[in-house]
């Protein structure tokens, strides 16, 4: 199946500063790829859907300015937390698709454990 | 009240059993249906999808679905010790795009 890689797998940080996390899809296109975000012992909640060459569109109670995602290629997005802060800390994973129409599978990349002290 | 519920567990079962895994929804526009795998600290993986009602088949796993109830199940006949990870229920009105997903079932296969 397609692979999805996420880099780095897991991030210390201090408190205020800003961290990327990166997406690639490594044998297809991804016209769209999102992010989830995963807190211990609850669901995958979806963060935004980003478009290649588009502005991200992000689910209602997510701050954009705060997680600014970027979908520069038809390979690569990525996610910065901008002025991370303790409750920040999460599992980040992010998903591709080939086509926009979403009657593909989101492939899943294996997470980014973010940890803000 | 949540769109997706689905009991955490865990659940622990012998080797050989025959597992159901079960999610409740209440978003009556969803008509796909998934089910992950995510083993600990990996994205989920997809084991099968189903659109709209129905049942669906594929190796040891089966999937359910049941829109009148409001109701998806997932059940793995001769479990297996690999077969411990958490499983994920997903469903969408549309596609693979926008997913909502269930907590997650812990499940744990001794052998």
């Known amino acids: 199946g397609a692979v999805v890689s996420q880099h780095p797998s897991r991030v210390i940080c201090k408190s205020g500063t800003s961290v990327k996390i990166e997406c690639r899809s490594l044998?297809?296109?991804?016209?769209?790829m999102f992010w989830y975000r995963q807190f211990p012992k609850q669901s995958l909640m979806l963060m935004a859907t980003?478009?290649?060459?588009?502005?991200?569109?992000?689910e209602q109670g997510v701050e954009k300015d705060k997680f600014l995602i970027n979908h520069a290629s038809l390979t690569l997005s990525t996610l910065t937390v901008t002025s991370a802060h303790p409750e920040d800390s999460s599992f980040y994973i992010c998903?591709?698709?080939?086509?926009?129409?979403?009657?593909?599978?989101?492939?899943f990349g294996p997470g980014t454990r973010l940890t803000v002290l | 009240q949540k769109e997706v519920e689905q009991d955490p567990g865990p659940l622990s079962v012998p080797e050989g059993a025959i597992v159901s895994l079960n999610c409740t929804y209440s978003?009556?526009?969803?008509?796909?249906f998934m089910w992950y795998r995510q083993y600990s600290r990996k994205g989920p993986e997809l084991l099968m999808y189903?659109?709209?009602?129905g049942n669906k088949e594929d190796g040891r796993f089966t999937a359910q679905v049941d829109k009148s109830s409001k109701y998806i199940s997932l059940f793995i006949r001769d479990s297996q010790p690999s077969d411990s990870a958490t499983y994920l229920c997903?469903?969408?009105?549309?596609?693979?795009?926008?997913?909502?997903f269930g907590t997650g079932t812990r499940l744990l296969v001794s052998p």
């Open positions: 998903s591709a698709t080939t086509e926009g129409r979403g009657t593909d599978t989101q492939y």
């Open positions: 980003s478009n290649e060459g588009s502005k991200a569109t992000y």
């Open positions: 997903a469903m969408s009105a549309r596609g693979f795009q926008k997913l909502v």
């Open positions: 978003n009556s526009a969803f008509q796909y």
């Open positions: 189903t659109y709209s009602s």
């Open positions: 044998d297809f296109q991804a016209t769209t």
